[in-house]
């Protein structure tokens, strides 16, 4: 990965909560990662894997527990992960009947 890169400005869009500039691809890679799988287009995926190496990107997958249920299907199948490998099930499992509606 070239430490030079910087993230495009059109994925700011993904980035409303916080301030873009004061990200750094190194520094909050899991964050950066992880918003662009749960929120980002195929732009973003193309740029995440020229970006990060593939292990990267599937470590994030294995240790977050902010992926979103349906990203995390799509993610747990290209990596061919079981459920119990990928800490986000253990906190969708956690929630189950926290809300009753």
């Not at 890169?5 to 899991?30: G, N, S, Y």
Request: glycine share 2%; with cysteine; proline share 3%.
């Amino acid at each position: 990965m070239d430490s030079q890169t910087q993230i495009p400005e059109k994925f700011k869009k993904f980035f409303w909560d916080i301030e873009f500039e004061d990200l750094d691809i190194q520094r909050h890679k899991a964050f950066i990662i992880t918003r662009l799988l749960n929120f980002g287009d195929q732009d973003c995926i193309k740029w995440l894997f020229s970006t990060y190496s593939k292990e990267e990107i599937k470590d994030v997958v294995k240790n977050s527990r902010s992926l979103l249920k349906k990203p995390a299907r799509f993610w747990q199948l290209y990596f061919n992960l079981k459920e119990d490998e990928m800490r986000c099930f253990e906190v969708f499992k956690k929630m189950e009947g926290m809300f009753p509606f």
